[in-house]
């Protein structure tokens, strides 16, 4: 099975070699050196060769050695009666790996990274330098530096690191990710499998993937990068960094063509904040949101799947500013929101503490309000629990495929919810039916129904009659599971 790989570096450490060597793989590649603007259109032509340009850049490309103290182990090893004929053989086996003698041991790992500016500064993964106690970067030229850490990033696995020299140091400017297309020409730099600097070519073979974080926004490349590449950049023709590698989808460990680099736009703004402030600062609305689907924007009389629809508001700067759940985002501080991820870059990239302008679908009609963002960082959110008064029969129907109740005050605190929420249990669900196919399940609880609270049986039976009414082939509800919402469609054509 293909599994996508965040290697710190080449481990020297032979106790944890074996490990690495099976894990999954990383990136590494190294940055370069800009001597001068290219004409755009050459920039994405076929060159008959990188020379000149991997000569130009390579000596902005740094090696990145790390040192790391692993305590002695506090747990006995495996054990043997006294004059077993197994007591040589494992005192031989613990002394080959390190762990006869119980000590503390020192491990070493190898990445790659790229320096951005004349006087020292290095960027390169978070995962590469993570607990080192010592950070050695080897320079192109063979020259070494110690080098500090300035700041990380591990949402991004951005590191910056910090060297101090005597000289002036050959760097490379970030180039603008969004103008890469798929097919332009791209360079990987890097030091990988630990084998010294080393240069691969390649092209975008895709943008905008997202892997497992929250603000990933990576350019997949088919340069060649493996373990030891780890932070190292990916250029476009100009010598500009586009792209910071990061990972790599690998059934065996090694490259096979699809490899992940974090966009520049989105690394440049983390390293300039790292430098100022030593740690990131990033926007916070404070609202819970999910993708607009085609059925669930045709459940709320939608024109178009677009924006960011909200599903929770706790206390934070969006409730202050009168957000609500049910409401679409459409735009944020003056550019058009295509759906979550993009709601979710813009908010990180806004400034803390300046008001913004939001606008929001809310019944059919657009609002505009003004939002004065919080620190995401410092930011806790907080449930929302619900006030309403609990309702007073205890029937139980079979709607929609579901069967369902109202909620009582020991079922809601057996299922993660505030003691005072109220809504419909779902205690059974037809593995048939449209909602058991989109995900709903036993234990869930019905909130709303149409963008209305539902407290009885006949609360949802009336917003189904509505919907069927109104001549609309779904019904938008707001199911908890656990404390978290989500807006589900399903169908009410009879």
Same mark, same amino acid.
């Given at each position: ?80 009666? $006294? ?42 993964? =978070? ?13 192109? =030229? ?30 490379? $400017?970030?180039? =603008? ?186 019944? #059919? ?57 109220? #809504? ?58 656990? #404390?978290? $919402? ?9």
């Amino acid at each position: 099975m293909q599994q996508t790989s965040y290697f710190p570096a080449t481990r020297r450490d032979e106790s944890s070699q074996g490990a690495v060597m099976r894990g999954l793989t990383a990136l590494v590649l190294g940055a370069a050196l800009v001597l001068g603007p290219a004409n755009f259109a050459e920039a994405r032509g076929a060159p008959d060769s990188f020379a000149d340009l991997a000569e130009s850049i390579s000596p902005s490309v740094v090696n990145i050695t790390t040192s790391t103290t692993i305590a002695a182990s506090t747990e006995a090893g495996p054990q043997v009666p $006294p004059g077993s004929p197994f007591e040589d053989f494992f005192k031989d086996f613990m002394d080959r790996n390190g762990q006869g003698d119980n000590k503390p041991r020192r491990s070493e790992a190898l990445g790659s990274g790229f320096v951005i500016s004349e006087d020292g500064y290095i960027v390169t993964n =978070n995962h590469v330098i993570d607990k080192a106690d010592e950070i050695e970067i080897e320079f192109f =030229n063979g020259k070494r530096l110690d080098a500090k850490l300035v700041g990380t990033d591990p949402k991004t696995d951005i590191a910056l690191l910090k060297v101090e020299s005597d000289t002036p140091l050959p760097f490379v $400017p970030f180039g =603008n990710s969004d103008l890469m297309r798929v097919g332009d020409w791209v360079l990987a730099m890097g030091n990988p499998l630990g084998q010294g600097f080393s240069v691969s070519s390649g092209i975008v073979s895709a943008r905008g993937r997202a892997l497992s974080g929250t603000y990933d926004d990576y350019l997949q490349t088919d340069a060649a990068i493996n373990k030891g590449n780890s932070g190292g950049p990916l250029f476009n023709m100009d010598g500009q960094v586009i792209g910071v590698n990061t990972a790599i989808l690998s059934p065996t460990g090694g490259s096979i063509g699809i490899g992940f680099s974090m966009a520049s736009n989105v690394v440049s703004k983390v390293v300039a904040q790292l430098k100022e402030f030593g740690e990131t600062r990033r926007g916070w609305l404070g609202v819970r949101i999910q993708d607009v689907t085609q059925d669930v924007a045709e459940a709320m009389g939608l024109a178009d799947a677009k924006g960011a629809l909200i599903t929770d508001v706790p206390d934070g700067p969006a409730k202050d500013a009168g957000m609500m759940s049910g409401d679409v985002i459409t735009s944020f501080d003056g550019s058009p929101v295509a759906d979550t991820r993009e709601l979710v870059r813009r908010v990180a990239d806004a400034p803390v503490g300046e008001a913004v302008r939001v606008i929001v679908l809310r019944d #059919g009609k657009t609002e505009t309000l003004s939002v004065t963002l919080g620190r995401r960082e410092t930011s806790e959110e907080q449930p929302v629990a619900t006030t309403a008064e609990k309702a007073p029969d205890a029937a139980t129907a079979d709607v929609l495929g579901l069967t369902v109740q109202p909620l009582t005050e020991d079922e809601a605190k057996a299922l993660g919810l505030d003691a005072t929420a109220q #809504g419909l249990a779902v205690v059974a669900v037809d593995e048939l039916s449209e909602a058991f196919a989109k995900g709903l399940r036993v234990g869930d609880v019905i909130t709303e129904a149409g963008q209305q609270k539902v407290v009885r049986v006949s609360d949802l039976k009336d917003r189904i009659e509505e919907a069927r009414n109104a001549g609309r082939k779904s019904l938008l509800l707001l199911i908890r599971r656990g #404390g978290d $919402p989500r807006f589900v469609a399903l169908s009410v054509d009879k």
